[in-house]
């Protein structure tokens, strides 16, 4: 009989074992691996939404130093309604990047399918430096950052002035960031060591493999996880998906002077979105879309003439205080957004694409106003937003001809195009330290269970191609389309989909392969 010690011992290591392996590593190959962090005790006792639950973890700073400085991560939890029959926890991203998952959460619960309502305790989370979370302090207050941000245009610059001000403003963030950031977050904020964080809430509410459900920017969490620790996935949905090896790095050497939304298309797939929504605008009618001229034809040719008087001069909607003034680029940024929402659904109170028909219209009939202050404003969590978006992507190199990329966006897909070269354009500034925790593959590493992708076929923001690039790449991918539009499925809901989904989650049960479902509404309808 061995003594008790050597006993204990014994048991440590199998222990240790047992988990190298259900991270996909050998013994020998995490030998130099840094000793494991603390699992983070929860007791879900903090203050939070009605029938919610809400606590925060403490986490490592700084994964390759476990036990040296923490930071928080706000959590919230709803417990699974038959506890009888609970299998564990659902995790859910909502994506953005930088979209606060305890926000999110209670507003995605009437979306799930029942039976993952009854079976999971659903949890999502603050990531690192968003929301309630450690965040990123670049700025003394909130008016520091206004003085700064506050006079950029609304939409994205055109023209050299504005551009030339667009870059030296992002600039001069990311050094004020490097300068306040006292905490070393900003080093620290790539999806990575989301996805190490993803692990330790995993073992802090005691499931063995990990049950996931990310949207947009969330597949990326998802991804990454996958191929960080692909022993410990048991069910992971991933809805809407970017090709990761264009996103991360690009896939070819011509690749490499790209801003990444154009490596992934997104220009392209939000151009067709916008297509398909003039051609069924059009075909509707002006009783249910306001923007409508009687027919696809006569609707595409409305549009262009809005968009060529915009450029003349920026119009002004509306009067008095609550007056709003719009140029063409303010316009184009707000048209690629509202594309995400297809769907009508009366429960969100949302009509879905009726409402862009309702605020193209309401631009068709504004007074022109050419002398008026073009529209300012950056939108708010830049910092959040860009120490993701910076930190999980490479970028033109330096000195990249942005304007030139802006006209070459312009060129393949309009006036949306445009607005997807700017966006990644603000990390040219960012501090290069940033990328330290960068995952850049590989991502075809062989997880316990398969990965379920789902995908609308109209995805104006990360296009079909790139979930089914998702779903090729990882090493045991499936997909399942919807034959719809709108930015995610969850958003733009399929009772075909939400069904495949639940026997996924619940059972393991995957699609038939090249499955095609219809979603549950169409515009206009």
Known sequence: MPRPRLTAT???????????????????????????PPVPELTWTKPCTPGFQCDTAR????????????????????PAEDRAHRIGTLFYNPGGPAISGTAALPV????????????????????RGVGSSTTLQCFPDQAAGQALLGGLPAGYPVGAEQQTRWADTYAELGRRCAANDRSGLLAHLSTADVARDL??????????????????YGTYLGATYANLFPGRVRAMVLDSAMDPVAWSTGRTSQDAGLPPFLRTGSDLGSARALDTFLDRCGAAGPADCAFSAGSPEATRAKFAELTNRLDRGPVTVGSGPKAVVQDRASVATAVAQLLYTAQPMPQFGTTGWAALGGQLQSLWTASDTPAAPLPTGAPPGQTQVLGVLCADTANPPAGADHPALADLARARSGDLGPFWVWQTQRCAGWPAEAARDRYVGPWDRHTAAPVLVVANSGDPAWPHEGSRAMADTLARGRLLTVDGDGHTVLGNPSGCAA????????????????RVCAPDRRPFQ
């Not at 020998?28 to 494991?36: D, L, R, T």
């Not at 995605?108 to 990531?127: G, H, I, M, N």
């Not at 495949?500 to 090249?514: I, N, Q, S, W």
């Open 10 to 36: 014994l048991r440590a290591a199998a222990a240790t074992a047992a988990g190298l392996l259900l991270a996909g590593l050998t013994p020998a190959a995490a030998s130099a691996a840094a000793p494991a």
């Open 59 to 78: 986490v490592p700073l700084d994964h390759r130093d476990p036990h040296g400085r923490s930071i928080e991560l706000a959590l919230i939890r709803r």
């Open 108 to 127: 995605a619960v009437a979306l799930l399918p029942e039976q993952v309502r009854k079976r999971f305790d659903l949890v999502s989370f603050d990531p």
């Open 199 to 216: 692990d330790l809430l995993r073992q802090a509410v005691g499931d063995r493999r990990l049950s996931y459900l990310g949207t947009s």
């Open 499 to 514: 069904g495949y989904e639940e026997r996924y989650l619940v059972d393991g049960e995957l699609p038939p392969r090249g």
